[in-house]
């Protein structure tokens, strides 16, 4: 019988073929290590549930990886993720008892809509050749399942095994604030770094670079680590993206907990230079001097109650859609000022999910100029076909006075906050002064 070295134990989560449990005939048992020991387990989770769903598809398995210290004293500690669009990463605690690992209750988020809260979680560890990578085990709980406002729940009875992990991490980018709209960056965006899995928190900062036209991006890499493990870094740019000019993330030889190679994302695109939003402000000329990302953003004559404040179109914004332009601030500048309203179906308006309006100068964090849930009072009553509430329009103002000399990105976006009878929301913008 083989002892499998001391420095890691790996388990996989992944069911055995039907009617096979895995089992092994000679065992042994764990022993207690020092606290710099791991043990990292991607465990797979059956799921049968003790009553259907009444609004949603429930999954019947999910994978999660388990990555774990174990203490002089038996006691483990460490992470536990689920992957997805947002890879979750929770802090979790148990006890090692000869072969098994028991957890203690906890509740756990599992992408993109669910969490899991476990009552009783125990893994039993089984001998492999090299590392112990193999394990079965059971679970039961709770499990929640979220759309918009309504909260699905049922308890759970769970199959736990494992096998060995092959896979490496594979990393995305997106823009920093993520919208369901957005696969194209503006030169204001910082960036989310995602990973699949954890990675180990100190190389990843130390290795990844954000790359254009294969030139270093400056910028401050940062995260917020559990336990030495991050799944998601934020990077924030000293200088806007360059136009039209893919960003690309290099990994720098960056590995996964297991020590297999991460896999890069694809580069993501840019939007094209449209020129200065000064040769088109009041959007006379459609959207010349203007990148709209979304497919809910057109000039158009008046909306709804609201009619241009300039010439004969506006800017009408509808979810999920975003406009950018920008312009160099004059040396002589004082003020921005803009015309604009802003619709939504209900009074009750998320904060930074109905419609936004930032400026930005690279390098500086942005300033918010509207948020739509802030201006919930001061809106009117609007019979407006979907929309029963209206802001403006009104003239909103911005000092340029500390920017003079530099380039700035006026940034609005209308977004959905996803929740039943609150989805339709529309911003008009329009006449756009530098003053």
């Known amino acids: 019988m083989k002892t499998p070295p001391l420095h890691m134990f790996v388990i996989v989560g992944a069911l055995c073929a039907a009617g096979c449990m895995c089992g092994i005939e000679d065992t042994q048992t764990l022993q207690p290590h020092q606290p710099a020991d791991a043990i990292l387990t991607q465990v797979t989770l059956e799921l049968t549930f003790q009553k259907a769903s009444t609004f949603f598809q ?13 203490d002089a004293e038996s006691r483990v500690s460490g992470v536990l993720s689920f992957p997805g669009e947002s890879t979750s990463l929770a802090q979790v605690h148990g006890r090692l008892e000869g072969q098994r690992v028991t957890l203690d209750a906890q509740e756990v988020r599992v992408p993109p809509d669910s969490s899991f809260g476990w009552t009783r979680f125990e893994l039993e560890f089984v001998e492999s050749e090299t590392l112990w990578e193999v394990a079965h085990g059971s679970a039961e709980g709770s499990w929640q399942q979220f759309g918009g406002d309504v909260v699905d729940s049922s308890a759970v009875t769970v199959k736990l095994s494992g096998v060995a992990d092959v896979g490496p991490a594979t990393a995305s980018v997106e823009p920093l604030q993520r919208s369901a709209y957005r696969f194209t960056l503006w030169p204001t965006d910082a960036l989310r ?28 890499l940062t995260s917020t680590p559990v336990l030495g493990r991050v799944t998601s870094l934020e990077f924030h740019p000293s200088i806007g993206l360059p136009f039209a000019a893919p960003v690309r993330l290099d990994l720098g030889g960056l590995t996964d907990l297991r020590g297999n190679a991460a896999n890069a994302p694809a ?72 015309s604009l309203a802003f619709f939504a179906e209900s009074q009750f308006v998320s904060a930074a999910y109905s419609g936004t309006v930032r400026l930005f100068s690279p390098g ?21 076909s979907e ?29 959905s906050a996803q929740l039943i009878g609150n989805n339709s929301y529309a911003l008009v913008l329009d006449d756009v002064k530098v003053q």
């Open 364 to 384: 500086e964090p942005p300033q918010l100029l509207f948020d739509g849930a802030a201006h919930v009072e001061d809106s009117v009553d609007c019979n407006c």
């Open 58 to 70: 429930r999954p019947t398995k999910v994978t999660g990886l388990l990555a774990l210290s174990i």
């Open 193 to 220: 770094i995602r990973f699949n899995e954890p990675v180990d928190h100190a190389k990843a900062m130390a290795k990844i670079r954000v790359l254009s036209n294969n030139q270093v991006v400056p910028g401050a």
């Open 267 to 338: 580069a993501v695109p840019v939007v094209a230079d449209p020129g200065s939003l000064l040769n088109n402000p009041s959007f006379e000329k459609g959207l010349e001097g203007w990148s709209v990302l979304g497919s809910e953003g057109k000039p158009a004559g008046a909306f709804k109650e609201v009619l241009p404040a300039d010439g004969s179109q506006q800017l009408v914004l509808r979810q999920d859609t975003g406009v950018a332009g920008y312009f160099d601030v004059p040396m002589t500048a004082t003020t921005l000022s803009f």
């Open 387 to 415: 929309f029963s509430r209206r802001f403006g329009p009104q003239r909103l103002t911005a000092d340029l006075v500390p920017l003079r000399g530099r380039r700035v990105f006026l940034v609005a976006e209308a977004r």
